[in-house]
């Protein structure tokens, strides 16, 4: 995104999707404050909910860090409309899977 208008669309077709400055990454920013293998984004079915897919982005030990709604992430999970920043590339996590639940509280005595 920038200044809040969607350029470009990645969808994730995978279960692990490399984001970095290097060519054989999938998905490639051409910037100096990307590191070569800066971060990865994973797929991962739920546990309890059966077709249900978490999705994680964790930071591969780069210079300049990952961000998740400008907080600074080693390993996070990502809900709809989160907002992810590498270097000066914003993404927005857009997902079409709305379930329909009942909010759950758990009480721990």
């Known amino acids: 995104m920038v200044d809040g208008v969607v350029v470009s669309n990645f969808p994730l077709d995978k279960t692990s999707i490399l984001i970095g400055r290097a ?5 490639v920013i051409d910037e100096d404050a990307v590191s070569g293998e800066h971060a990865r984004i994973e797929l ?3 546990d ?10 964790e930071d591969l030990g780069s210079t300049n860090g990952t961000f998740v709604n400008d907080d600074s992430i080693q390993r996070q999970q990502l809900q709809n409309q989160d907002y992810v920043r590498i270097a000066w590339t914003n993404f927005k996590l857009v997902t079409d899977f709305n379930p329909k639940l009942a ?3 758990v009480i721990v005595e």
């Open 44 to 46: 991962v079915p739920n």
């Open 23 to 27: 060519p054989h990454c999938d998905i």
């Open 48 to 57: 309890l909910m059966n077709g249900l897919i978490d999705v994680f982005i």
């Open 103 to 105: 909010k759950t509280s």
